[in-house]
């Protein structure tokens, strides 16, 4: 029987190695900790969470929630871990990080399936069905095995987000559409501009120079940043006058209101083809999530603004999988390598997780000569899939789930709904635990 390799023991992984021994398929998990540590890592334990110890909302009807459920479907090893080890946290499923990773470990070291080697691994084994699911922290020599293998360089390095606020919340008696000096590539006014007064901008530094980072997880967080995407904060420390120079530069923006520039401004650009979602440019940032909503909020019209993702900075290792993934995580040039977890091109650690699992299924009906079996449109994994293998190409960003990524509802359904976004929302996950369900139906859950 073919043997799969799957090289890094994480979420994405130890999922993969589960799916793949729970079709008597015999795995090779290579996990190079102890043996040599990542920056963020602090144990020897498989599917380590290197930082927070939510898996986020479980509160039925929201993405995430969404996500989680088609997991718990397909009979997920990590999704069992984290019900054993959930403590209280809201609508949150939180874990005991440890309990957690000690599940996982214990049940993959038991697993006869499973030969779990302690080693790094630093070329992808030839002629053998490979899944490389070792995440952001993907150890140097292997990082340029990937290059190799995928024949490009263009793995990226460094992750800087821009918090996304929900477009309905901005408040637009405020904030108004224009294109710097009026110039756009289509004729629309491609921008929402954000615009303060001189009053406006001190208040925002002052809290900005007060807010609350999070505390640098790895050493290489910390300094040098990367001077092509420094925080906002650090902007702000450099001079109270920096910001207005860089992202909040408002030369070229005429406020209706005033019939002038304002004082320093903040843009916002769309994020999406449906425009339901927007982000501010150029403000990656360090702050805590908390902070982050607070001191955004100092933004005139963003007052009320809703959150639907916050920014970050940190190390980040992916490929641009839209130009090298089919749907089902292989490679384009080298179908028996398939890719999983964040290295994927996904962002979090439920997608990586749910990416660990696709693969090792995939990877499953490959060892038995089939033709990989691709989830649903409709379903959150689908989408996740689907974004990985077909987003831009051009300056790819890793998504987490949300329903940005799953198919629009048709046109009377969204009619129908289109006061209520609730009732919207419940549709679409309607639709996809249906679909779901209908797949396992077809293909049984094994
Ligand atoms: C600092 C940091 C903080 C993060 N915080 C969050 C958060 O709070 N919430 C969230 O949802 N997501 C967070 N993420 C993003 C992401 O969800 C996690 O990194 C998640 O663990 C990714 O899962 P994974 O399986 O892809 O990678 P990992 O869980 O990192 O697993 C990869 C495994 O591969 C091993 N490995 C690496 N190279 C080799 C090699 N050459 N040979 C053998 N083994 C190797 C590593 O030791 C590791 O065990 C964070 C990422 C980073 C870097």
């Not at 927070?52 to 929201?62: R, Y």
């Not at 559409?177 to 491609?190: C, E, F, I, Q, V």
């Not at 749910?354 to 959150?380: H, N, S, W, Y």
Request: proline fraction near 6%; include cysteine.
């Amino acid at each position: 029987m073919t043997t799969i390799h799957i090289i890094g023991a994480g979420l994405a992984g130890s999922e993969a190695a589960h799916q793949v021994a729970r079709q008597g398929i015999p795995v090779v998990l290579h996990e190079m900790r102890p043996v040599r540590q990542t920056p963020a890592h602090q144990t020897d334990r498989l599917a380590e969470l290197v930082c927070s110890n939510s898996l986020k909302t479980d509160q039925e009807g929201a993405a995430p929630w969404l996500l989680k459920e088609e997991l718990r479907r397909l009979d997920s090893l990590l999704m069992r871990a984290a019900n054993i080890a959930r403590v209280p946290g809201g609508h949150a499923l939180t874990v005991d990080r440890v309990v957690f990773a000690e599940e996982v470990t214990r049940a993959i070291a038991s697993n006869p399936l499973i030969e779990l080697r302690r080693e790094e691994v630093d070329v992808v084994p030839d002629n053998q069905i490979s899944i490389i699911a070792t995440g952001p922290l993907t150890s140097d020599a292997l990082a340029a095995e990937i290059g190799r293998l995928t024949g490009s360089d263009r793995l990226f390095f460094y992750d800087s987000i821009s918090p996304i606020v929900e477009a309905d919340s901005i408040d637009m008696s405020i904030a108004f559409r224009a294109s710097r000096y009026g110039k756009s590539l289509d004729g629309t006014d491609d921008y929402i501009n954000c615009p303060f007064t001189r009053e406006e901008y001190e208040r925002f530094v002052d809290a900005l120079l007060a807010g609350e980072s999070v505390p640098a997880h790895i050493e290489e967080d910390r300094t040098p940043f990367f001077e092509a995407c420094l925080p906002i904060e650090e902007l702000a420390r450099r001079g109270r006058e920096t910001l207005r120079f860089g992202p909040m530069k408002p030369v070229g923006l005429e406020d209706p209101r005033t019939g002038r520039w304002p004082y320093a401004a903040v843009q916002l650009r769309q994020e999406n083809l449906r425009a339901d979602s927007y982000n501010l440019v150029g403000f990656q940032n360090h702050l805590r999530f908390g902070e982050q909503a607070r001191i955004m909020r100092l933004i005139p019209g963003l007052e009320k603004a809703e959150f639907v993702r916050f920014g970050q900075i940190h190390r980040n290792t992916y490929i641009n999988s839209p130009a090298l993934l089919t749907p089902t995580l292989q490679l384009r040039n080298n179908p028996n390598v398939l890719f999983a977890g964040q290295i994927s091109g996904v962002e979090g650690y439920v997608e990586s997780i749910a990416t660990g699992l696709v693969a090792g299924r995939f990877a499953a009906d490959l060892a038995k000569g089939c033709q990989p079996r691709p989830l649903p449109r409709e379903t959150a994994i689908g989408s996740l899939c689907h974004y990985i293998s077909a987003a831009d190409p051009t300056d790819y960003q890793p998504a987490n789930i949300t329903f940005d990524l799953l198919p629009t509802l048709d046109d009377a359904t969204r009619q129908k709904l289109r006061r209520d976004k609730r009732a919207r929302h419940a549709e679409v996950c309607r639709r996809a635990i249906e679909s779901m369900d209908g797949f396992l139906n077809v293909h049984a859950a094994v």
